[in-house]
């Protein structure tokens, strides 16, 4: 999948946990855990989908975590593995068993085809409608210190994905990219505009 796919279902999957669990969520936070895996395009000499994609390692990880917030923690870490088990898995060739093995797991379905490209839009609709009704959307305009954290998906997943030539990225999920980068840059620049008034 391509971020698109990773934000609205990580979104999505944490939001119905929340509900569950009768926690709370920070968005930003979650939609930048639903992309953290794929910051292994920007390590040197680490395999794509290898280690950062391991839910072994995220279980690791999530540990202290776990400790110290008990299920406040749980939607955090299903917008984490999300990425690996269901997104990337789709697509094929993740290595979610890492370190026990470096075997890829995955259905292998083409990243540039009609059915990923169907999904991602679906995807991407059906978060946006949840964040409509539930008014989620807001977040990304009013100032909040955890909206920073989203420049972490604006340079590792979204810019890098649009600017590349060739472009990286099916034409037909170009808008739904614009769409993300447009909220999370506004967010970022309403919370610098506070910083520095």
Do not use: C
Not at 97 to 110: A, D, M
Not at 128 to 134: D, G, Q
Not at 140 to 147: A, E, K, M
């Amino acid at each position: 999948m391509f971020a698109v796919g990773h934000f609205a279902f990580g979104y999505v999957l944490a939001k119905s946990t929340t509900q569950v669990t009768k926690t709370e969520m920070n968005i930003p936070i979650v939609l930048t855990l639903s992309v953290i895996p794929d910051i292994d395009l920007l390590v040197p000499f680490v395999e794509h989908r290898g280690p950062f994609h391991s839910i072994i390692m995220a279980a690791i990880i999530f540990t202290p975590v776990f400790a110290l917030y008990r299920r406040k923690a749980l939607p955090y870490f299903v917008a984490l593995i999300q990425h690996s088990l269901i997104g990337d898995y789709i697509v094929g060739g993740v290595q979610l068993l890492w370190p026990l093995t470096q075997q890829p797991y995955g259905l292998g379905v083409s990243i540039f085809s009609l059915a990923n490209i169907t999904l991602e839009w679906l995807l991407f609709l059906a978060a946006a409608m949840v964040m409509l009704k539930t008014r989620d959307m807001l977040v990304f305009f009013q100032p909040h210190g955890s909206n920073m954290i989203l420049a972490v998906p604006i340079f590792t997943v979204l810019l890098p994905t649009l600017f590349a030539f060739p472009l990286h990225v099916p034409v037909l999920l170009v808008p739904p990219h614009i769409i993300y980068l447009i909220l999370f840059l506004t967010s970022l620049l309403i919370d610098m505009k506070k910083i520095l008034s």
